[in-house]
């Protein structure tokens, strides 16, 4: 089984409606991210969280929000759709080695269409 | 602030060619260094990682060197294989800033018979 999983793997709506993805891990992590992948951008950080009761604003977080539910499930919710916000959007986790170096496991994304 | 620059793609090549994809940094406090691949349909994995100056990262042939004094972790690879066809990030993390991520853009490989 997948160690971190991402729900729906694709999902096609209108503009004006809310959604959430939701991003699931059973690594143990700590650290939970949300990243959008758009082509010739790479990724861009929407929102983290170092922990349940952390949560901190990326580079792009206009238009989003989070929900840490455990430390295992991290969502992330559009209030209201928009065509601009049509791309691929991964979850992330890592967990803070010994040697200070975190590492990012990604789960396989989910592929959002806003008409 | 942290960045990456990331030669920009698509590279196309034969198979059994030579490979480099060129990664740049800049960073205020002493970043570890990654390479990230990501193949068609499919997440990112983590290919290999550095986190010292003159650390050399290396998985599945492929090989990364931090060089502090060029700030550069370029990509390599001797003998390329259609199966390596993906998407390839540079990325860095460093301490300073939280162990925020700061990927490049990406760099598409076409690795063609």
């Known amino acids: 089984d997948a160690d971190v999983t991402q729900t729906p793997r694709n999902r096609i709506t209108k503009t004006g409606k809310r959604i959430m993805l939701e991003c699931s891990q059973t690594?143990?992590?700590?650290?939970m991210y949300w990243y959008r992948q758009d082509p010739g951008l790479g990724l861009r950080l929407i929102y983290y969280s170092f922990d349940v009761k952390d949560i901190n604003k990326g580079e792009i977080s206009d238009g989003y929000s989070v929900s840490r539910q455990a430390q295992a499930k991290f969502s992330l919710s559009l209030e209201s759709a928009i065509p601009n916000q049509t791309a691929l959007y991964f979850c992330?986790?890592?967990?803070?080695?010994?040697?200070?170096?975190?590492?990012?496991?990604f789960g396989p994304g989910t592929r959002l269409t806003v008409l | 602030g942290d960045s990456v620059t990331q030669m920009e793609g698509p590279v196309t090549l034969s198979e059994e060619a030579f490979l480099t994809i060129n990664c740049t940094y800049t960073?205020?406090?002493?970043?570890?260094l990654f390479w990230y691949v990501q193949y068609p349909g499919e997440g990112l994995q983590l290919l290999l990682k550095a986190t010292k100056a003159d650390d050399k990262g290396s998985n599945k042939g492929f090989e990364a060197t931090y060089r502090k004094e060029t700030t550069s972790f370029h990509l390599e690879k001797g003998s390329v294989q259609v199966s390596d066809s993906a998407v390839y990030f540079c990325?860095?993390?460093?301490?300073?800033?939280?162990?925020?991520?700061?990927f490049g853009t990406g760099t598409s490989l076409t690795v063609i018979p």
């Open positions: 690594k143990g992590h700590d650290r």
């Open positions: 992330a986790t890592s967990d803070l080695g010994l040697a200070g170096t975190d590492t990012q496991y």
């Open positions: 990325a860095l993390s460093a301490p300073n800033t939280g162990n925020q991520f700061y």
């Open positions: 960073a205020t406090g002493y970043p570890s």
